[in-house]
């Protein structure tokens, strides 16, 4: 699993200089530059900041919208919250709150359009967007494979905490 995030500090030359093109590549989000994309069976309209499914259609805000195609334009991986507001507030100073704020609100969504995506929270690290009916979703298998990078990532996750909580 690859995590989507602006910096990398303390990381070491080669993880800050792959950070650093990766910020690069990651645009702020202009609503009024995206594409219309699907989601699922879900039409995403960012530039009028609306989704679509069988012609029920419901606005969103657009700080929101911001979050739900940073989210889709990370692929499946997951995305910091740095990284968050380095797109979507533009790297001004914002409380968690406003991010969970957004993140609550795309939740409402998903639950409004079931089969269209799911919002999956990691950890101490960020967010991730699947796919409703992709594997991974309720009801559905997950691969064996990715079964497996869920299990490594968890347990990277693991060995950081301890070593931080070892040098802290």
Partial sequence: MRIVSPTAPGRGEAMNAAAAGLVAVLQPIRLSDEADFRLGGLRVRPSRLEV??????????PRVMQVLVALARADGDVVSRDALIAL????????????????????????AYPSAFRI????????RLTEGDA??????PMS??????????AAGSLLRLARQRRWA
């Fill in 52 to 61: 679509v499914q069988q012609g029920r259609s419901r606005q969103v805000e």
């Fill in 120 to 127: 999956h929270t990691i950890r101490r690290v960020g967010y």
């Fill in 144 to 153: 064996p494979l990715a079964a497996m990078r869920l299990a490594l990532s």
């Fill in 88 to 111: 979507c507030w533009r790297g001004r100073f914002v409380s968690d709150d406003a991010i969970t704020r957004c993140i609550v609100s795309l939740r409402r969504l998903a639950r």
């Fill in 135 to 140: 594997p991974g979703a309720a009801g559905a």
